[in-house]
């Protein structure tokens, strides 16, 4: 009996990762890393994985994760639960107050939609 609740707690485990949003057979990803877009990398983290959830939705979320965690890039993300990409969005260097331009990233991922 042990061994059968052992395996049953194995195989909620992966059905829970296999249908978490990060590993969605919906989504379509990337791999991407700051030493590729130099100054216009708009995270404080080094890499992290680009994402279309749902590309053949009309309006795609786009997120990004990194360290096991995944944030909401557009607004489409954000109506979806995901957290907002504010705690790794770099503060802009020239411009006090303002944010690393994401349009390329949001782009990116909307490109990973039609492919």
């Known amino acids: 009996m042990k061994i059968r609740s052992h395996f049953f707690v ?3 485990c992966l059905f829970l990762l ?10 379509r990803q990337k791999v991407i ?4 877009y130099g100054d216009k990398w708009a995270f404080t983290v080094s890499n992290g994985i680009l994402s279309c959830v ?11 994760t990194t360290d096991n965690k995944t944030y909401a890039i ?9 957290p907002d990409i504010d705690p790794i969005w770099k503060d802009n260097p020239n411009t006090s107050g ?3 331009n994401i349009s390329p990233f949001i782009q990116r991922g909307l490109n ?3 492919n």
Do not use: E, H, W
């Open 18 to 27: 296999l249908t978490s949003p990060a590993f969605a057979s919906s989504a």
């Open 98 to 100: 303002l944010k690393v």
């Open 74 to 82: 557009n607004g489409i993300a954000k109506g979806l639960g995901y």
């Open 10 to 12: 194995i195989l909620m």
């Open 54 to 64: 749902n590309p053949g939705d009309k309006y795609p979320a786009i997120t990004f």
């Open 33 to 36: 890393r700051q030493s590729d």
């Open 112 to 114: 990973l939609c039609s």
